[in-house]
Nanobody
């Protein structure tokens, strides 16, 4: 059973940095677009950043210039470097990836279980 597994969340002071990573737990054939989303208490899940297999990126306006998404295609891993963190960045961060488990198989969307990021003094 393939799962996306996130790591790197935690507690950081305002202005600090954190780095998140996400990779599949099982064997897969390929991953297409990958992304990070977040959900704060009482709010809907929102897009943070996405990256295509070719490296094209897109960011939410609220994180532009502060967050950087990147990926390692050989390791099927996506990263999110978060700098200049603000209290409003506090949320559970979820990884998403469009995975093809076997050659010629369907491309399906998978989600990670989420990792908590708390920005507080």
């Amino acid at each position: 059973q393939v799962q996306l597994v996130e790591s790197g969340g935690g507690l950081v002071q305002p202005g600090g940095s954190l780095s998140l990573s996400c990779a599949p737990s099982g064997s897969i054939f390929s991953i297409g677009a990958m992304g990070w989303y977040r959900q704060a208490p009482g709010k809907q899940r929102e897009l943070v950043a996405t990256i295509t297999s070719g490296g094209s990126t897109k960011y939410a306006d609220s994180v532009k210039g502060r967050f950087t998404i990147s990926r390692d295609n050989a390791e099927h891993t996506v990263y999110l470097q978060m700098n200049s963190l603000k209290p409003e960045d506090t949320a559970v961060y979820y990884c998403n990836g469009n995975i093809r488990k076997v050659a010629g198989g369907y491309l399906l969307a998978y989600w990670g279980q989420g990792t908590q990021v708390t920005v507080s003094s």
